[in-house]
């Protein structure tokens, strides 16, 4: 009797721990309902319809967590949509049933990638890439990470390692063109400094003609110098020169248009110099100064101090206090005018998306104060050669005075434009970048008119040389007054 009680027990004991194995492990589904389910979650997620994915799953996924391939396609529409903690508890779920998922560690170090947790992400691409030296995803993964941390030498190394086994690569080779323009640097630390550029010289010329019957010619040179690995000495020059088909007329818009008279001209002088030291890797103090000088031999000194935020390569924060000369016309180089203020920008960008924001607020030498905001914001489609993108470009710009002074001086000035795109990037020696905005400005009191702009930017890298052309017109009002200008500038850079 007690041997069949012992015998009843251990079989008993034996499913109770097959059933717990069996529990504890990924299952692929079996009816065809299920696999039917999950051929329509995979198209929903293939067409970006990530609610209806969850709509299919989560239900089913809940009663079924042994069903990984479900529950992964349900992680992933709720990464897409920005639902990240339940995103995680899937992958992570997945990952204590089969340890070596690679898509659930793939989408977990991706997550963690995207909240800056680094150590934990860089941990699962390693793990990853150990088990396949040939993972794509994993390599990329694992070099933005590094980018991000600023640690240079050990990107460069897996980026090296992914290029071997992926040599066609459009995001490696991304990546390899940007960590290309980078000296190296090791493991990001306290004690290191953000080296942001090498010294280098350049030459600038712009052309500009607008509808007031101004025309500027300017030429800007520039040298960079490395003093020491923290640093940084700019010396720049700029000569301009600018004319103006007679008076200014104040018509009832507020925009300026030449009362035809004779042409008359100007030409201004202006040398800075500007101090740059990196006291940490993600803090730079800025100063300096200069002066500039008027046709009539008139001087004035110029000054400026900041500090620079950046955070890697893909964000950055610029506040800056600085005296600059106010030159749009002839007739505001008379009246000797500089502005004195604060001016902050915002800048972010990753390989996908690019976001600037810049706020200012300067008070002029004829005691007008200028208050100006920008937002420009653009999303990239694609990830090859050619790239299509969408954005938006929003303008406010204000002044307490309005005065006859040459320059544009509106109590209220704004400005709504959406823009389309196209990006030529990764060829051998050429990028470009082209670009169309179009919406509606509007001048208080007078109502909203019709606007657009045109931008053709072009790039030409020959080592360490660089080319940069540009076209631009742009139909809305100007500095100047005007309604619309071309802008034409071309420079070559230098780096040693």
Not at 114 to 143: I, Q, T
Not at 234 to 256: C, F, K, M, W
Not at 258 to 269: D, Q, Y
Request: net charge negative.
């Amino acid at each position: 009797m007690i041997d069949k009680i012992l015998l009843i027990a251990m079989c008993t004991a034996l499913l109770i721990v097959q059933a717990n194995a069996e529990a504890g492990v990924c299952r692929k589904p079996e009816d065809q309902a299920t696999v039917e389910m999950q051929e329509r979650a995979q198209h929903a997620l293939q067409i970006k319809s990530y609610r209806a994915v969850e709509e299919e799953l989560r239900l089913y996924v809940a009663a079924h967590p042994e069903q990984c391939d479900l529950s992964l396609l349900l992680g992933r529409a709720y990464m897409f949509r920005k639902r990240d903690r339940s995103a995680e508890k899937l992958f992570r779920a997945v990952l204590e049933r089969d340890g070596n998922n690679r898509v659930a560690m793939l989408e977990l170090a991706r997550i963690d990638g995207y909240h800056a947790k680094y150590s934990e992400s860089n941990r699962f691409y390693e793990v990853l890439l150990a088990a396949d030296p040939e993972d794509e995803s994993a390599s990329v993964g694992l070099v933005r990470n590094l980018m991000d941390m600023e640690e240079t030498t050990n990107a460069v190394a897996v980026l090296k390692a992914g290029l071997k086994a992926h040599p066609n690569s459009l995001q490696l080779q991304e990546f390899q063109d940007e960590l290309s323009t980078q000296p190296v640097k090791g493991h990001n630390n306290e004690s290191e400094v953000q080296h942001r550029y090498q010294s280098q010289v350049q030459d600038w010329t712009y052309i500009i003609v607008d509808s007031a019957g101004d025309h500027i010619v300017e030429n800007l040179s520039r040298s960079t110098i490395e003093i020491t690995p923290r640093l940084f000495v700019h010396l720049t020059t700029r000569v301009r020169y600018l004319s103006s088909q007679g008076g200014i007329l104040e018509p009832v818009d507020e925009n300026a248009e030449s009362l035809g008279g004779a042409t008359v001209s100007a030409v201004t002088f202006q040398g800075t110099t500007r101090l740059d030291y990196h006291l940490t890797h993600w803090l730079t103090l800025t100063g300096g100064g200069g002066g500039v000088r008027f046709n009539n031999g008139t001087s004035r000194g110029l000054f400026r101090g900041g500090l620079d935020l950046h955070k890697g390569r893909s964000l950055s924060f610029n506040a800056t206090y600085l005296k600059t000369p106010v030159l749009p016309t002839q007739e505001a180089e008379t009246f000797h005018l500089t502005a004195q203020g604060i001016r902050m920008r915002l800048d972010w960008s990753k390989p996908k998306d690019r976001m600037h924001l810049s706020l200012s607020e300067l008070r002029y030498a004829d005691t007008n104060l200028r208050h100006e905001q920008q937002f420009e914001a653009l999303h990239w489609f694609g990830a090859r050669r050619v790239d299509l993108g969408t954005g938006v470009d929003v303008e406010h710009l204000g002044f307490s005075q309005t005065l006859n002074h040459g320059y544009f001086s509106p109590s209220n000035y704004q400005s709504y434009m959406a823009s389309a795109a196209v990006r030529l990037h990764h060829f051998h020696h050429f990028n470009a970048e082209y670009k169309f905005s179009s919406g509606a400005e509007s001048i208080k009191p007078s109502p909203f008119r019709f606007v657009y702009e045109v931008t053709a930017d072009n790039f030409v890298n020959l080592g360490k040389w660089d080319l940069h052309a540009n076209y631009t017109f742009d139909h809305s009002t100007q500095s100047t007054g005007a309604f619309q200008t071309s802008f034409v500038s071309v420079g070559v850079k230098y780096a040693f």
